[in-house]
């Protein structure tokens, strides 16, 4: 069973992650229901459990999930649809289906990764194209039964191609798309804080989405602190060589 998931390396907290204004107003209202689950529940109003996460690579999707399971103290169990849809069709609604059942005894937050993979259109055959659908009945018929202390995130690049059918299953949809210049700039400062001020200097670039700015703080910091290494061995074989000038 443990082979459908996908290890999640490190932790992720929400202060790590720089959202706009609407992805936090979203967040923090995902999060308040969460912290008044108590007195919410004594008048029947379920907390929101199932949430989907949606727009551009590399903006925060992954982050943002692995944040809030740990934000709520609960394991994360991603799955990558991609991998299990693409690699053995038949078995996909059976193994979907026990990653549910995983997650529901341990109370835990299911994250599917790549969720437009159910609705892709490939060169199925006949038989292949009628698994496919009940892949996806699978699917909505899981969400719907899913407990309440439990969690399920989906990701997607490409909202349009899941079932419509399945996206009205999600009570709160996070659309993520490349930040405006003042949250790259809040991304950018939170990043090179990190090191030394020498090495703090960074060629900032925008309208990239945050990985592509993270890679690109990443990149500059590490050539600013090769540099500056390679310039302090040449002034010591400078000062190496005076002294030795000196000496004769």
Do not use: W
């Not at 229901?33 to 590399?58: A, C, R, T």
């Not at 995130?153 to 709160?172: M, P, S, V």
């Not at 090179?192 to 890679?215: G, H, L, M, W």
């Not at 390679?230 to 000062?239: R, S």
């Amino acid at each position: 069973m443990n082979h459908l998931f996908v290890p999640n390396s490190g932790r992720v907290n929400l202060k790590d992650i720089v959202f706009d204004e609407k992805l936090s107003l979203k967040v923090d209202q995902f999060l308040r229901e969460y912290e008044h689950v108590e007195i919410l529940s004594q008048y029947g109003l379920p907390v929101m459990n199932k949430l989907l996460l949606h727009g551009k690579s590399g903006c925060g999707k992954t982050m943002t999930a692995r944040a809030l399971a740990n934000h709520l103290g609960k394991k994360l169990k991603t799955i990558n649809l991609g991998n299990i849809v693409s690699s053995k069709l038949g078995e996909t609604s059976r193994n979907i289906a026990a990653a549910f059942k995983m997650v529901e005894t341990q109370e835990a937050v299911l994250f599917f990764d790549e969720f437009d993979s159910l609705g892709k259109e490939r060169d199925y055959d006949n038989s292949d194209s009628s698994e496919m659908k009940r892949v996806v009945n699978s699917m909505i018929q899981l969400i719907d039964s899913l407990p309440k202390n439990s969690i399920i995130i989906a990701a997607t690049n490409q909202l349009g191609l899941i079932d419509e059918a399945l996206i009205r299953r999600f009570e709160l949809k996070l659309e993520f798309h490349n930040p405006d210049a003042k949250y790259l700039d809040e991304l950018y400062d939170k990043l090179i804080s990190k090191y030394p001020e020498e090495y703090q200097k960074v060629n900032r670039i925008y309208d990239i989405s945050f990985a592509e700015a993270e890679t690109i703080v990443m990149q500059e910091v590490k050539e600013n602190i090769i540099k500056s290494e390679l310039l302090k061995k040449e002034q010591k074989m400078q000062q190496d060589q005076l002294h030795i000038i000196c000496e004769n």
